[in-house]
Nanobody, 126 residues
Framework: QVQLVESGGGSVQSGGSLRLSCAASGYTYSSYCMAWFRQAPGKEREGVAAIDSDGIRSYTNSVKGRFTISLDNRKKTLYLDMNSLKPEDTAQYYC????????????????????WGQGTQVTVSS
């Protein structure tokens, strides 16, 4: 079974940076689709960024140019580099894995993702 463990959250001031990590274990398939989601209090969980095994990335519009998703295949670790953080980026951040992915679309549809980490909190103060 796939296990995902996030780390790297914290509190920063507006304009600051953070790097989130997600250590993955329990899978050996060569094709993968992984993503970061976030959920703020009182709001629905939303997709932030996704990456597939071909290195194709997708981002939600509000983070384009500020966030970068990457994957270290050897370490099986997913990253989210977040720069120019804004108070509206404050949320619990989750990494997710699409266990049934075999190529094609890898995006930010919540229901595509099978396994989830426990989340890590990011708080941005103004």
């Amino acid at each position: 079974q796939v296990q995902l463990v996030e780390s790297g959250g914290g509190s920063v001031q507006s304009g600051g940076s953070l790097r989130l990590s997600c250590a993955a274990s329990g899978y050996t398939y060569s094709s993968y689709c992984m993503a970061w989601f976030r959920q703020a209090p009182g709001k629905e969980r939303e997709g932030v960024a996704a990456i597939d095994s071909d290195g194709i990335r997708s981002y939600t519009n509000s983070v384009k140019g500020r966030f970068t998703i990457s994957l270290d295949n050897r370490k099986k670790t997913l990253y989210l580099d977040m720069n120019s953080l804004k108070p509206e980026d404050t949320a619990q951040y989750y990494c997710a894995n699409n266990a049934y992915y075999s190529g094609g679309y890898c995006g930010l549809r919540l229901l595509d993702y099978t396994y989830w980490g426990q989340g890590t909190q990011v708080t941005v103060s103004s």
